[in-house]
């Protein structure tokens, strides 16, 4: 595994990595999903490499002017896809293109574009309403869901917080299926939502729309109906879309 040479300056004492030409302040900075998208042109321009060590975290947040924590959460999500690999006391590697998972999801998931939102809810579609359906056999679920769905409201206010329930509400229905690709590949799909869909949730009405639908998933799933659950599932997840397209067509 090789790593970057060391260039001759330095930065706040430490040595930066080769590759800081390339890295440029971002705009929008708050957002986790501008480090993915820069760091994902970086991949995908083979600036970095598999086998490279991506340069520290604190090199990254001087050389894209955001905060270390704004880096860790777009290097989790990366870490999630399979696309970086996290070594303990050896910092962050690039993964080959065959490794876990990886497939053209992470490609189109960092750039948000109407076309590639259509795909997502398409994958999303795809897996997630057949997790809903089987999730409707198993006893005790839906009232887990119905008990995550209101602690979500309860934490209306608290953005992360919300997005961080409304993750594991999806994620327990894919553990219900017992059939842990399913769960992996809800993990996946859900880091694609926590890396857009917080745009959505600065709107009270896309919250308070988020809590009925997941109350009727909740329910259906409670009442063991399959084609109700799935029904609902795939509701909420093209409603969502919708959501999320309309902030897309308002930013360009």
Not at 62 to 79: N, Y
Not at 134 to 142: E, L, N, Q, V, Y
Request: hydrophobic share 40%; charged share 25%; aromatic share 6%.
């Amino acid at each position: 595994m090789k790593e970057f040479p060391q260039p001759p300056q330095e930065l706040d004492g430490q040595q930066p990595s080769t590759s800081g030409e390339y890295l440029r302040p971002v705009t929008r900075a708050t957002l986790p999903q501008e480090i993915v998208a820069a760091i994902t042109d970086l991949i995908m321009t083979r600036v970095w490499n598999p086998g490279d060590r991506i340069p520290p975290e604190k090199e990254l947040a001087a050389r894209f002017h955001v905060g270390r924590s704004t880096i860790r959460e777009a290097v989790k999500s990366l870490v999630i896809l399979g696309v970086i690999e996290a070594r303990a006391g050896d910092g962050s590697y690039i993964r080959g293109g065959s490794s876990d998972l990886l497939s053209g999801a992470f490609q189109w998931g960092m750039m948000l574009t109407e076309q590639n939102l259509g795909d997502l809810v398409d994958i999303r579609i795809l897996i997630e309403v057949e997790c809903a359906g089987r999730s409707a056999r198993k006893p005790d679920i839906g009232a887990t869901l119905t008990r995550l769905t209101g602690q979500m409201s309860e934490v209306w206010s608290q953005p992360k917080e919300f997005m961080r329930l409304d993750n594991y509400f999806h994620e327990t229905i894919a553990a219900a299926t017992d059939n842990p690709l399913y769960l992996r590949l809800s993990k996946i799909i859900q880091s694609l939502v926590g890396v857009w869909y917080p745009l959505t949730f600065q709107l009270d009405r896309t919250k308070a729309a988020t809590l009925d639908e997941h109350f009727a998933i909740a329910a259906a799933i409670q009442a063991n109906d399959e084609q109700a659950a799935r029904q609902a599932m795939r509701q909420h997840i093209e409603r969502a879309g919708e959501r999320l397209s309309r902030i897309v067509d308002r930013s360009k």
